[in-house]
Nanobody, 121 residues
Framework: QVQLVEHGGGLVQPGGSLRLSCTAS????????MAWYRQAPGKQRELVAH???????NYVDSVKGRFTISRDNAKNTVYLQMNSLKAEDTAVYYC???????????????WGQGTQVTVSS
């Protein structure tokens, strides 16, 4: 099994910054895509940003220029640096990865438990 543990959520004022981190643990052969999703109250979960194992990134339009996703493959960790935060960024942020595991063999999707980000004055 693979566990994803997120850190870094909290309350921040509009215009402020937060950095989320998520570390995968367990018996892992290879982690391919790592990503951050978010879900605001009453809304569907949406993809915020993803990064491949070779570093290619993609962002939802609403966060381009404000958020940066990065990863440390040696630590099985993905980060989300969030700057110029807005009230509409308020949501539960979920970490995601797809990983190749040995038992049972195969590539599977895994999710973190979520961390609350609240942007409010």
């Amino acid at each position: 099994q693979v566990q994803l543990v997120e850190h870094g959520g909290g309350l921040v004022q509009p215009g402020g910054s937060l950095r989320l981190s998520c570390t995968a643990s367990g018996t892992i052969l290879m982690i391919y895509t790592m990503a951050w999703y978010r879900q605001a109250p009453g809304k569907q979960r949406e993809l915020v940003a993803h990064i491949t194992n070779v570093g290619a990134t993609n962002y939802v339009d609403s966060v381009k220029g404000r958020f940066t996703i990065s990863r440390d493959n040696a630590k099985n960790t993905v980060y989300l640096q969030m700057n110029s935060l807005k009230a509409e960024d308020t949501a539960v942020y979920y970490c995601y990865c797809n990983a190749d595991v040995p038992a049972p063999p195969g590539i599977r999707a895994y999710w973190g438990q979520g961390t609350q980000v609240t942007v409010s004055s």
